[in-house]
Nanobody, 131 residues
Framework: AQLLESGGGAVQSGGSLRLSCVAS????????MGWFRQAPGKQHEGVAA????????IYADSVKDRFTISRDNTKRTLYLQMNSLKSEDTATYYC?????????????????????????WGQGTQVTVSS
């Protein structure tokens, strides 16, 4: 699957952005999806993930109550609505896809934000938040 992110940009602290990720693969509906980010000098960090049918969602503690992940399977598109942005949210944001599901909720909660569990990655979109 090919993934293409868009929607990044520069905003001031407290602002909002909406990221999109379009998948080329017609079997997108069978993929578990996630958003990750990488700040300069830091490792990839899981931000949010959503199961293929949208029934399971998980967020990193750092973005809970500020970010919302969603997907529109009819458009093969993944979204990340980011509100109340902070300077520490500055990073390159990537969407990623995993073939198949993670399993029971206990597995999902444990593994869904781990970068190594995903098979396909987009090229990233830059988000810069100034204070």
């Amino acid at each position: 699957a090919q993934l293409l992110e868009s929607g990044g940009g520069a905003v001031q602290s407290g602002g909002s952005l909406r990221l999109s990720c379009v998948a080329s693969e017609y079997t997108y509906n069978s993929y578990s999806m996630g958003w990750f980010r990488q700040a300069p000098g830091k490792q990839h960090e899981g931000v949010a993930a959503i199961e293929r049918d949208g029934t399971a969602i998980i967020y990193a503690d750092s973005v809970k109550d500020r970010f919302t992940i969603s997907r529109d399977n009819t458009k093969r598109t993944l979204y990340l609505q980011m509100n109340s942005l902070k300077s520490e949210d500055t990073a390159t944001y990537y969407c990623a896809a995993r073939s198949g599901v993670f399993g029971p909720p206990s597995y999902y909660n444990k593994y869904a934000l781990l970068p190594g569990k995903y098979d396909y990655w987009g090229q990233g979109t830059q988000v810069t938040v100034s204070s």
